[in-house]
């Protein structure tokens, strides 16, 4: 056996030649014509609107030139499930399919479709001059706002697509769903009851296994999750909570009919011998290095906090036979084990640090790759609307603007995720005061209780603690980035971390210092060996596990 298969994850393609205002604002009026989001709303969110169909295509083209022809999206293939978005990504994926035979493999995630309803969304673009307006799906239209009924997600039934193996196509060797052999949507749903009981509401389940080739499974698990709410509502999308943030925590709760299926499928692929790749939109196990404890305690439940698996989810999962599992959802790329489990958190393709990840198949086993895009270009027309919008604004970006190309702009754009949200929305008060007073210096010695010798005391009292916040969310996002950052700035948090050890104590340095340790001195990850069953046979050589510093 040599069979090769892509893994691409978080899409999020924007289409910026699009009609998402209905055609109501003339193109003149629009930066070069296009239909782009603003800089206020990028620096605000974990993915690139405006670049990510560039990302997007970068990615296949590498894909195509490696001569893949089967590809696994693990969810958000499109913005927010609007029609021109989910459009344009099925176009693009299918022109691949049309030019080079591959051959997509997906599943849902929580931008893509939206229960049994859909939701109206509320989106900003620039005009040429730099100010914006709001295209609604909900609102009327009024000063600065166009109604467009066409501005939401669509719902599963309205939107799951044809293609990318969620229904049948005859070429597979085998398909099914948890529900059996029919792919006919009315076939495939299951009931959640509102807690009080009053409200009972059908959904669809997008899962199923499919056998693309001779020996391969792949099953793709639908982790979405809407439960109704106690109550009465207008709208029938308020209906009920999703679970953007709760995931497997929420499946295992309310769809333990998957459990069952999945340990089914994994008794059969055993007995048959066949090779199972799941894949879901969210983790199946911890995948931020078991560092938030320490988050949680300083700052509550951050969207990191809520959005990651319990260890009593990863368990049952493990118990059902999950063994090897790829992720999107959080725009990360770490590699994460519990139980049995190996979950590959796989990177967006619309963020830092891009990429992919590349499976290849052996008799005896497996090897997994990382694989980075770089060298790709940014489009002026777009970098010259943010300026004039950052202009006329006054929105601080730092150096942004300055970056040469699409991997520049995108750590960039990390570190100003990490200003605009993590720091100014997820910490306390208290604790960016601290930070905004403090330096490095001050960081080792508060939270590690050392002396430092002269030399030291100068150069960590010239680096702002500030630079250490910025580099946990970009060692968080790229567990790889100690292996990949200029020498010169790795040299200096390496010394930081030989100087401060693992420290104790619950105070904000201390746990900084922790947080950072755990991501930063992690092994490498980049390119791993599997057995037959999944187990990692190189990575630690002592254990042949993934480590984290402790």
Not at 201 to 225: M, Q, T
Request: hydrophobic letters at 40%; glycine letters at 8%.
């Amino acid at each position: 056996m040599h069979q090769r298969f892509a893994i691409i994850a978080d899409p999020h393609l924007h289409n910026v030649r699009g009609n998402y205002r209905g055609g109501r604002i003339a193109a003149d009026r629009l930066p070069g014509g296009m239909e782009l989001r603003t800089l206020a709303d990028t620096v605000q969110s974990t993915r690139l609107f405006n670049e990510s169909e560039a990302g997007f295509r970068a990615v296949l083209d590498d894909i195509a030139v490696r001569g893949i022809r089967h590809v696994i999206v693990v969810g958000d293939y499109s913005d927010d499930g609007q029609d021109e978005s989910v459009a344009a990504s099925l176009a693009l994926m299918q022109s691949y399919a049309d030019r080079f035979g591959m051959r997509f493999f997906s599943t849902v995630g929580n931008h893509d479709v939206y229960g049994y309803s859909g939701r109206s969304l509320d989106r900003s673009f620039l005009l040429e001059d730099g100010a914006s307006f709001l295209v609604s799906g909900s609102r009327p239209d009024g000063e600065g706002v166009l109604f467009n009924p066409a501005m939401r997600c669509r719902s599963y039934a309205e939107s799951l697509p044809r293609g990318l193996g969620f229904f049948r196509d005859g070429t597979e060797l085998h398909w099914e769903t948890p529900f059996g052999a029919s792919d006919d949507l009315a076939d495939r749903q299951y009931t959640l009851s509102s807690p009080d009981g009053r409200h009972e509401r059908r959904f669809i389940d997008a899962s199923y296994l499919v056998e693309p080739v001779e020996g391969v499974w792949l099953l793709s698990i639908d982790g979405n999750v809407f439960v109704p709410r106690d109550g009465d509502f207008d709208l029938a999308e308020d209906a009920f909570d999703d679970s953007t943030d709760a995931g497997y925590n929420a499946l295992v709760a309310h769809r333990p009919y998957l459990l069952d299926w999945i340990a089914d499928v994994s008794r059969r692929a055993e007995r048959l011998g066949k090779r199972l790749i799941a894949f879901a939109h969210y983790p199946a196990v911890d995948p931020f290095d078991a560092t938030l404890e320490d988050e949680r305690r300083l700052f509550g439940r951050t969207i990191f906090v809520r959005r990651t698996p319990s260890k009593d989810t990863a368990a049952l999962l493990a118990k059902a036979g999950l063994r090897l599992h790829f992720s999107g959802h959080l725009h990360i790329d770490n590699v994460s084990q519990q139980d049995g489990i190996v979950n590959v958190a796989v990177p967006s393709t619309a963020g830092y640090p891009g990429g992919y990840r590349l499976l290849t198949l052996h008799d005896d086993g497996a090897e997994l790759e990382t694989i980075r895009v770089t060298g790709l270009a940014l489009d002026p027309a777009i970098l010259s609307a943010y300026r004039r919008e950052a202009e006329q604004s006054g929105l601080d970006v730092g150096d942004l603007l300055d970056a040469g190309d699409f991997s520049a702009f995108s750590i960039r754009h990390l570190r100003e995720i990490v200003h605009h949200r993590f720091f100014a929305k997820e910490w306390t008060p208290e604790a960016r005061a601290a930070i905004e007073r403090m330096t490095l210096a001050d960081i080792a010695r508060e939270g590690a209780g050392v002396a430092l010798s002269p030399e030291q005391a100068v150069r960590f009292a010239a680096i702002p603690a500030m630079r250490l916040v910025e580099a946990i969310y970009i060692a968080r996002h790229n567990a790889a980035w100690r292996l990949e950052m200029p020498e010169d700035e790795r040299a200096s948090f390496d010394a930081l971390l030989d100087i401060c050890g693992m420290p104790a104590g619950e105070g904000l340095a201390a746990s900084l210092l922790r947080i950072f340790r755990r991501h930063f001195r992690k092994d490498d990850f980049r390119r791993l060996t599997f057995s037959r069953d999944w187990e990692i046979v190189t990575g630690s050589p002592e254990t042949g596990a993934i480590r984290i510093a402790r």
